[in-house]
């Protein structure tokens, strides 16, 4: 039967394979939640869908360092790193090129990426506001969080 089948497809008969009528329409990402929130009827972990799933990949993918995954140590921000330099704004501007860069190499879903980093000097912190096209979903994302020093 598969000989057949690869002979008819040699000779330019497509008939034998069917053609999904959904294909492309609905992307949808999908992703783990870290929260582990329970699902209140499945008693299961409830997945995170569409932008909050690229949200949460986005927020991953600038506080992971590197070497921090197993068999990619290439992967991650690496932002902690310039933490501990002084607080001013060529550190400002090296944390918006790390996440910039991450974004660009590691996550395909988004585009059109904005960063802003703030200096709150008062509680040793850098605020970071990230804003992001999905592609597919064409929908704005946003993510702030702060990175502090950790001892």
Sequence with gaps: MAIQDYNSVQQGNLSLFKQSSNVGK?????DLNLEFIKHPDRLDITPLKD???VKQSVKNLVLTNF???PFHPEIGG????????PADAITGIAIKIEILQVLKDWE????GVKVEVF???DANELIVNIIYN???LQMTGEVTFNLQRLR
């Design 26 to 30: 609905n992307k949808v990402y999908s």
């Design 51 to 53: 932008i909050d799933a």
């Design 67 to 69: 070497y921090e995954r």
């Design 78 to 85: 690496n932002v902690s790193s310039k933490l501990f330099e």
């Design 108 to 111: 395909p879903r988004v585009n």
């Design 119 to 121: 200096d709150n000097s």
């Design 134 to 136: 999905v592609i597919f």
